[in-house]
């Protein structure tokens, strides 16, 4: 669905949620497509910045909770760095593909991370990055789930 939408539309305004009564209240104002933010879930959790508190288990429980409250509106769920190697990218993948989740971003920072809007953030090397993207990619079931790639470099690296 989102990818199909992504066809369609030049541009997506996904609103940050971090729970089903923030991702129903996003759906009920119209939005075609929600993001479940990190810093959302950890703040509402934790009253805590998004500095890898949260764990993966939480980040899916949070996303497969969205994914009921919002019925057929796509969710892209932040996945941070994927929580450790390529292992832990390919489980957290198919977790989000089971919960319903419609495209995961991962990000391409070291761990712990740091929450993107922050200062001191490192990032991995581009060979790094590259096989946890392709480890998510190969890891999916199905081509309708999405692999959204981001990077920090440019606040790191200049």
Known sequence: MLKSLLKKEKIIV?????????ASIAKQ???KTLYMTGFGVSGALLAKPDIGLI????M???ASQIVD??????L???GDNGYGGVHNVSRLVRAYERAGVACIQLEDQVIPKRCGHME???VVDIDEAT?????????RTSNEFLIAARTDSRATHG
């Open 14 to 22: 996904a609103p940050g949620t971090y729970d089903a009564l923030s």
């Open 29 to 31: 104002a119209g939005f």
């Open 55 to 58: 764990s993966a288990s939480e």
């Open 60 to 62: 899916i429980a949070r």
């Open 69 to 74: 409250a919002i019925d057929q509106v796509p």
């Open 76 to 78: 892209i769920a932040d």
């Open 120 to 122: 001191n953030k490192e």
């Open 131 to 139: 096989i946890k993207i392709s480890a998510a990619v190969q890891s």
